[in-house]
């Protein structure tokens, strides 16, 4: 196989690759909101004026592994914007946290200066 052919392969390979994850990242970013979605509806979880998720009760070990996954994920995140604009991560959190608590719906909780309300 002479190197032209090898070459076309090899992007052909890494546009597949490419695909799959973006296919696998969009199905476990839709389920994941549905699973979000749902906890914050039955009031399992809120947002908090920090830019992160917390459970509204915290017993339950599977549900703070989910808002920890959630936390982990938004940290990358929030950091990466600061990073792009040259703030302190502090600064992103903070305003995410308010664009957060200013979107949910009614019937969801959120906590502000550590206490829960319901919206």
Do not use: C, P
């Not at 696998?24 to 970013?29: G, H, P, Q």
């Not at 703030?87 to 019937?107: D, F, H, Y």
Request: aromatic share 6%.
């Amino acid at each position: 196989m002479n190197k032209k052919k090898r070459q076309k392969l090899t992007n052909i390979n890494k546009a597949i690759i490419a695909i799959i994850l973006t296919a696998t990242f969009l199905i476990s970013t839709k389920l994941l909101a549905h699973n979000l979605s749902s906890a914050k509806s039955n009031g399992l979880v809120g947002e908090t004026d920090s830019g992160y998720l917390a459970a509204v009760e915290s017993s339950d070990l599977s549900l703070n592994n989910f808002v920890k996954d959630i936390n982990k994920k938004r940290k990358l995140r929030y950091q990466a914007i600061a990073n792009k604009n040259g703030v302190s991560l502090n600064t992103v959190e903070q305003q995410a946290g308010g664009k957060l608590i200013r979107k949910i719906s009614n019937g969801e909780y959120v906590r502000i200066s550590g206490k829960w309300k319901k919206k």
